[in-house]
């Protein structure tokens, strides 16, 4: 599809988000490439159960089509399979999809690694079958039964439903084999005692982007991820170590959210969202330059709730500081991934989250136990101070927890 006529019903309850989703739904074409030639919206009650549009409305969505040479139409409202075959139709056959089928377009042409691949296509799998199986059915009814060249009783739909399922299978028996060897990194990961945290929001808000920018202040700025100014720039999950005040934390970049993200993807990309439900911290990011700021992050609380994530301590990160228009629009932690404006204060702030009661003790650790110290470095802040005939003089801090192995050393100076 290259060109499309936009069709939605704005139901009147719903009235107040409608022109945040149409928005959506237009970059949603856009990120497929697809021209939105024209748009046919119907004020109503409720949405027709045949054809979502009532017949007047559906002649003129079918004229608008035809007048801008469109080669297909795509629904906000979702549609069943049998409405989408009422639809196109009315309209000289063409396409009809709805968003759903949209978000699934374009997470096909941005997967890239095989477990997003898999998930894209179990997902589009599970969205057309109930579409073929309509198809079939009635082309079996057609026939009066019996499919004859595929054994004695077999209907075509019967063996389409049977061919999809086990693809289906296959390729979800796949999925679990590439996730139990990241649970074996994850088990790996969470034995290190590392703490997590994970980049979390609306797609295109910038989160990749500051994933870039935090790892510019570390020894390896060249470990980028993928970012870019379009839906859905990132499909996989990327982890980074950044280092911070001498211990390190573990940086998630994730699959950004949508409204409405369709189910078989929520499923599809539970994996991919593991990083968010199992994180410490969760970073949500704002772009302060988009007009639709505070429909989008709800949107991404109540996805957050969906993945069952709403329970872990959340920073809000305000980004894209440098397009801010006014010091209304800069309050509480503000960033630039393009300038670095605030990437340092952002570090202290996770810092503080990740280790809200630490403790500070001088020690004196002998020279037999400096394995103690290398083991202790990614997860304690630890200043050396000098070395002496006994050992070395050290500061170390951090949570209750980790210092316990320090005890047997403090000297019970003043810092
Ligand atoms: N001016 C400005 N642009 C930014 C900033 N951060 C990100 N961008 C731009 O915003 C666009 C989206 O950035 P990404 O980092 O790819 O966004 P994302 O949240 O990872 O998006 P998805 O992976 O699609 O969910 C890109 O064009 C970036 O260059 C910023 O601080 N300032
Ligand atoms: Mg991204």
New binding site residues.
């Given amino acids: 599809m290259k060109k499309a006529v936009l069709a939605a019903v704005c139901l009147t309850d719903k009235k107040k988000g409608f022109e945040t989703a149409m928005q959506e739904t237009r970059e949603l074409c856009s990120a497929c490439g697809i021209e939105v030639a024209a748009e046919c919206i119907q004020q109503s009650n409720s949405v027709d159960p045949r054809t979502v549009l009532r017949s007047g409305k559906l002649q003129e969505l079918a004229d608008m089509a035809k007048q801008t040479d469109a080669d297909g139409i795509i629904f906000y409202n979702p549609l069943s399979v049998a409405a989408a075959q009422r639809i196109s139709a009315a309209a000289d056959g063409l396409d009809v999809i709805d968003r759903k089928a949209l978000i699934l377009d374009i997470f096909s042409l941005r997967a890239r690694s095989a477990q997003a691949k898999i998930q894209t296509e179990v997902a589009r799998l599970e969205y057309d079958l109930p579409k073929l199986l309509q198809d079939n059915m009635e082309s079996d009814h057609a026939r009066g039964g019996t499919f004859n060249n595929r054994g004695a009783g077999e209907t075509r739909s019967v063996i389409i439903r049977r061919r999809y399922e086990a693809r289906i299978s296959a390729l979800k028996a796949e999925l679990k084999q590439i996730e139990a060897h990241q649970k074996t990194d994850q088990a790996k990961r969470k034995k290190s005692a590392l703490k997590s945290v994970a980049l979390v929001?609306y797609?295109?808000?910038?989160?990749?982007?500051?994933m870039n920018a935090i790892l510019k202040t570390t020894d390896r700025p060249d470990r980028t991820v993928f970012?870019?100014?379009?839906?859905?720039?990132?499909l996989d999950t990327s982890i980074r170590n950044i280092s911070y005040k001498n211990r390190q934390f573990l940086l998630y970049?994730t699959?950004?959210f949508v409204s409405d993200l369709p189910h078989e993807l929520i499923d599809a990309f539970k994996s991919t969202l593991d990083a968010a439900r199992d994180a410490d911290l969760l970073l949500i990011?704002e772009d302060i330059s988009d007009p639709m700021k505070a429909q989008k992050t709800a949107i991404t609380m109540e996805t957050l709730k969906e993945i069952h994530a709403d329970s872990i301590p959340v920073l809000h990160v305000h980004?894209?500081?440098?397009?801010a228009k006014s010091d209304e629009d800069l309050k509480g932690i503000c960033?630039?991934?393009?300038t670095m404006q605030g990437i340092d204060a952002l570090l202290e702030d996770i810092d503080k989250a990740l280790y809200p009661s630490d403790v500070t003790m001088m020690c004196l650790v002998p020279y037999a136990q400096m394995a103690l110290i290398a083991r202790s470095k990614k997860t304690l802040d630890i200043r050396i101070l000098e070395s002496t005939e006994e050992g070395i003089r050290l500061q170390a801090s951090g949570t209750k927890e980790h210092m316990k192995v320090f005890e047997p050393y403090r000297t019970g100076e003043n810092r």
Avoid at 335 to 338: A, D, E, I, K
């Fill in positions: 929001g797609t295109n808000a910038g989160k990749s982007s500051l970012e870019k100014d379009m839906l859905f720039a990132t970049d699959v950004g990011v980004t894209k500081a440098d397009l960033v630039s991934s393009l």
